[in-house]
C-alpha cells in the first residue's frame, strides 16, 4: 500500500467500519428500573467487541423530558439521571476505547426541548436574549401564520399567550425549532460539540439536519436555501478538528445532495442517511401508514442508483434498520418459517455493497416486529398520535393496526433480546415497554453458541469486510435488473471480483448466473448445502475470484 492510500485510509476510517446502533432505553438495564441505562451498555461491551464492530451509536442520552424519548434534549451537557451520570458516559468512552470501540453521540440540533433553559428564557418576552434562538411569528390566537403540519401531528405552530406570538415546532409541541439563522445560536452549538469532542466521542450522527435551515414563511422544511453554507461552517468549526464520523439524518436528500454532504474533500459529513429505499412500501404522496406492495425491482434499482451515483463521488451509508423503522426481516424478508435465513440474506446484500453498514440492535439476531393487541401497550408519540387522528377520522380499528403493526417505530424499541429468562435479560424489573414474546427462541445467548445462527453470520461479514478490500472499494454492477426474484451483482477492484447473489422470495428460483461462478471460493452462504443454479428460498451466497 503506498504511503498515500495508508494515510487516506487512516483519515477515512469509518470507510472500513461497522456501526453498531444502540437504542438506550431498550438495551440493557442495570438498575432495575425497567428502562436500559449507561451502565447497562458498558455490561454488554464484550459482546460489541465479539460482535466486531467498530463504532457504536447512541440514541440521545442527555437530560430530557422524554416526551420524544431523548430527542428532546433539554441540556446538551448533562446525562438524563434515567440513564446515568456524565461519569458515567466518560467510563463508556474509555471502555469502549479499550475494546476498539468508538462512541457516536447523536445531536439533536434542530431543536431542544421546550424544557431547555433557552426556550424558557426565550417565552420571557421578545427582548430576551435567548428569544431569537428559536422561530417566532406574531399573529391571533387561533389563526396559525399558515398551513403547515408538524411530523407527530397537528400543526407546526404553537400559542405563547403572554408573547402573542406562535413558535414553529416541526415534531411535538414539546420540541421547539432552533433559529440556525441566529449566528449565537450556531455558536452555542459548535462550543458545546467541541467540548463532546474534548471527552473523547469518536464521531455524530446529526438528527433531521437537513432540516435545519427551515423558511417557515415559504412553507420549506428540509433543504432550504441556507443549508449547505450553514453545515460548512459547522463542519469546519468542529468535526474537521478531530478525526470523526460523522453521518447525518436526511431524508430529502437526493443522489446529487448527498454528494454535497458527504463530498470527499470533508467539507460536511462523511455521509448521510438517506431513506429513498425505506420509503419504497406506501402509497405514493401519502403517510407511511398507507401501506402498498413491496416493490422488489424498484428496491433494487434504487439500491443500485445510489451504489453506481455516489462511485468515487461521495459516501454511502447501509442500513436496513434503525430506531425508527420497523424490523426488516418482518418487513422484506419472513419472520416465520424462513427468519433465519431471510434475515441472513438481507444482511449479505446489504454488507456486499460499497457503504459504511450500519447494525440496529438486535438485527443482527434477527429480531421480528411486534404485535400488541391494545393501543395502550405501544408508547411512541407518533403511533399514538396516528391512532387517535384516524379513529377519530372514521378509519377502521383493524385497520389502524394492521399499519402498526407493519410500520410502528415500537417494533425497533421492543427491548434487546438477550436471553431466554424473565423479560429476556434485558430488566428485574418491569420495562418501560412490552417484551416481543418470541424472546425464548430468539436471543443472544442462544446465538452465540449456535453456529448456523443470524449472530454467527453477522460476525461473518463483518470480517470479510476487513479482509477483503473489494468490499470497501469495488465497483458495484447491478445484474439481471429485470428479475423478479433474485438481487444478484458484482463488486470489482482490478484485482477481485465478487459476485452477491440473493434470492428475496420464500419460493425456489433458477439463477443462471451462478453457472459461471462455479469455480470461485465461497466466502459466505446461509445454507450448508453446495451452491447450485437452483436457488433455495431466501438462499444467499457469496462467491469471489481472483481476476
Ligand atoms: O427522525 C426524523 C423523522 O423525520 C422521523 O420523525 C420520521 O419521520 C419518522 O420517524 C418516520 O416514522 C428523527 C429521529 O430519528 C426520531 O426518532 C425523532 O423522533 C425525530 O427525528 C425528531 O427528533
Not at 437504542?23 to 425497567?34: A, M, T, V
Not at 455524530?204 to 422544511?221: C, M
Request: aromatic share 12%; hydrophobic share 35%.
Amino acid at each position: 500500500m503506498t504511503e498515500n492510500k495508508a494515510q487516506e485510509q487512516q483519515k477515512a476510517w469509518w470507510k472500513n467500519a461497522v456501526v453498531y446502533q444502540i437504542y438506550p432505553k431498550s438495551f440493557q438495564d442495570s438498575d432495575g428500573d425497567g428502562v436500559g441505562d449507561i451502565r447497562g451498555i458498558i455490561s454488554r461491551l464484550d459482546y460489541l467487541e465479539e460482535l466486531g464492530v467498530d463504532a457504536v451509536w447512541i440514541s440521545p442520552v442527555y437530560r430530557s423530558p422524554q416526551n420524544d424519548n431523548g430527542y428532546d434534549i433539554s441540556d446538551y451537557q448533562d446525562i438524563d439521571p434515567m440513564f446515568g451520570t456524565l461519569a458515567d458516559m466518560d467510563e463508556l468512552i474509555a471502555e469502549a476505547k479499550k475494546r476498539g470501540i468508538r462512541i457516536i453521540m447523536d445531536l439533536v440540533l434542530n431543536h431542544t426541548s421546550d424544557e431547555h433553559r433557552w426556550f424558557k428564557e426565550a417565552k420571557k418576552g421578545k427582548d430576551n436574549p435567548y428569544h431569537d434562538y428559536y422561530v417566532w411569528r406574531d399573529g391571533e390566537e387561533g389563526t396559525c401564520p399558515n398551513e403547515m403540519k408538524a411530523v407527530f401531528g397537528g400543526p407546526a405552530w404553537d400559542w405563547v399567550p403572554e408573547l402573542k406570538q406562535y413558535y414553529f415546532h416541526q415534531f411535538a409541541p414539546e420540541q421547539p425549532d432552533l433559529n440556525w439563522e441566529n449566528p449565537k445560536v450556531r455558536r452555542e452549538i459548535y462550543d458545546m460539540i467541541l467540548w463532546w469532542m474534548d471527552r473523547g466521542v469518536g464521531g455524530f450522527r446529526l438528527d433531521v439536519i437537513d432540516q435545519i435551515a427551515k423558511e417557515p414563511d415559504r412553507g420549506i422544511t428540509n433543504n432550504g436555501s441556507r443549508l449547505h453554507e450553514f453545515l460548512r461552517e459547522l463542519s469546519r468549526e468542529t468535526f474537521q478538528k478531530g478525526n470523526l464520523i460523522t453521518v447525518g439524518e436526511a431524508w430529502g436528500a437526493t443522489t446529487e445532495i448527498a454528494k454535497k454532504y458527504s463530498s470527499p474533500d470533508g467539507s460536511e459529513f462523511s455521509m448521510v442517511f438517506q431513506f429513498e429505499h425505506i420509503m419504497l412500501d406506501q402509497q405514493e404522496g401519502k403517510e407511511k401508514w398507507d401501506l402498498a406492495p413491496l416493490p422488489f425491482v424498484k428496491l433494487k434499482k434504487c439500491l443500485a442508483r445510489w451504489q453506481d451515483e455516489l462511485f468515487g463521488k461521495g459516501w454511502n451509508s447501509l442500513f436496513w434498520n434503525n430506531h425508527d423503522l420497523p424490523r426488516i426481516v418482518s418487513r422484506w424478508g419472513d419472520d416465520g418459517e424462513y427468519r433465519a435465513e431471510s434475515a441472513k440474506m438481507l444482511a449479505a446484500v446489504l454488507h456486499g455493497m460499497q457503504g459504511t453498514p450500519y447494525i440496529y440492535q438486535g438485527e443482527e439476531l434477527g429480531m421480528t416486529n411486534v404485535k400488541f393487541s391494545d393501543i395502550s401497550a405501544y408508547r411512541d408519540v407518533e403511533t399514538t398520535n396516528m391512532y387517535y387522528e384516524r379513529i377519530e377520522a372514521g378509519y377502521k380499528e383493524d385497520d389502524v393496526m394492521r399499519s402498526i403493526y407493519a410500520k410502528s417505530r415500537d417494533n425497533a424499541r421492543t427491548p434487546m433480546q438477550w436471553n431466554g429468562e424473565t423479560n429476556a435479560g434485558f430488566t428485574k424489573g418491569t420495562p418501560w415497554i412490552g417484551v416481543n414474546p418470541n424472546y425464548t427462541k430468539i436471543n443472544a445467548e442462544d446465538e452465540r453458541k449456535d453456529t448456523g445462527s443470524v449472530y454467527q453470520f453477522y460476525r461473518k461479514l463483518i470480517r470479510l469486510r476487513k479482509e477483503y478490500p473489494v468490499f470497501v472499494d469495488g465497483k458495484f454492477e447491478l445484474l439481471l435488473p429485470e428479475d423478479e426474484h433474485i438481487f444478484a451483482y458484482t463488486r470489482t477492484d482490478g484485482e477481485t471480483e465478487a459476485l452477491i447473489c440473493a434470492n428475496f422470495t420464500g419460493k425456489n428460483v433458477k439463477c443462471p448466473i451462478i453457472g459461471k461462478w462455479k469455480d470461485a471460493q465461497v466466502l459466505i452462504h446461509n445454507y450448508e448445502k453446495e451452491v447450485e443454479e437452483e436457488l433455495e428460498p431466501y438462499e444467499a451466497v457469496i462467491l469471489v475470484e481472483c481476476l
